[in-house]
């Protein structure tokens, strides 16, 4: 199982919206939203990063407001 950590950045006042939207995706493990450079945070997991690359661009950046979003992905050691 990989994980990823998704910085996502929104439209002003589209925060709750985005938020809603993306937790009930069902890879999402958890969601927060943040103060300062980015407006939310994104726990995800998946069979592998490729598969987690491919949720972010299909599904994640496909919700209305989504301005741009920055992928984290956890080593495995």
Do not use: Q, W
């Amino acid at each position: 199982m990989s994980v990823g950590y998704v910085l996502i950045n929104v439209e002003p006042g589209a925060e709750y919206e985005v938020f809603n939207a993306a937790s009930e995706l069902p890879f999402v493990v958890d969601a927060n939203l943040l103060f300062g450079d980015h407006d939310l945070i994104l726990k995800i997991e998946a069979e592998n990063m490729g598969l987690i690359a491919r949720l972010v661009v299909e599904n994640i950046r496909s919700i209305d407001g989504v301005l741009n979003t920055k992928t984290l992905a956890c080593a495995e050691l």
